[in-house]
């Protein structure tokens, strides 16, 4: 009688021993899970407001640039060429007077008398009529504040996006070429989040030569010369 065969646990052990990790797949594990973690700091980044600058606001400053503004446009009818000076305080005021950007004025339902939609989906627009779009871009923007910074404006913009407020600075210098306003930007960032600056102008660029923002961006005729200096912005008149 043959003697039973015998099971080789050796052989057994080996292959049920775990296999090492491959020097391929252990560096695709790891940038996996590097780009995880880059995209979670960036959204994270994205998403943290950054502080808003500390300017000053007042009436009294407002109703001087209205002051201003008139004595521009007086001499300019008179045949004098003109340059309307203002400081970042009376920039920032007569922003505040002028911009309907109040959270609550956001909050505010829509009459019952607005315009009816288009019935012709042809004629729609994603966002539905411009004075809806006008709307809309009012409502997400909760806060504007411009800083005055030697020959460069920083603007500080607060928005909605999906409930949850963003903020976006934007550094650069203004100009007037052509009888547009032109912005050469020179830094901005997402929340905490720099923009890169080759990723900046293109949008920049952009967004100022797209034909339905270029009118937007068209000066008075008497507005020949625009600038920032020493801390003011500078508007010349002919």
Known sequence: MNAPATINSG???DDLAPRKASPLRLTLRIVRWTTY????????????????????TSPQAAARVEQKVEAVEQAVASGQSATLRLDQTELNSYLASHLDISP???????SSTAAPADPNPAHAT???TSTEQVEQVRSSVRDVKVELIEDRVRAYVVFDFHGKDMTLQLEG??????GYLRFEPVSGQIGSLPIPQ????????????SPENREKLKLPAEITGLRIENGELLATYR
């Open 37 to 56: 973690i880059a995209a979670a700091i960036t959204l994270l980044m994205v998403f943290h407001a950054a502080p808003p600058p500390v300017i000053s």
């Open 104 to 110: 609550a004025a956001a909050a505010t339902p829509r």
């Open 173 to 178: 210098r203004l100009a007037a070429r052509n």
């Open 126 to 128: 994603p966002l539905g």
């Open 198 to 209: 080759s990723t900046l102008q293109t949008a920049v660029e952009k967004m100022m030569d």
């Open 11 to 13: 052989n057994r052990s």
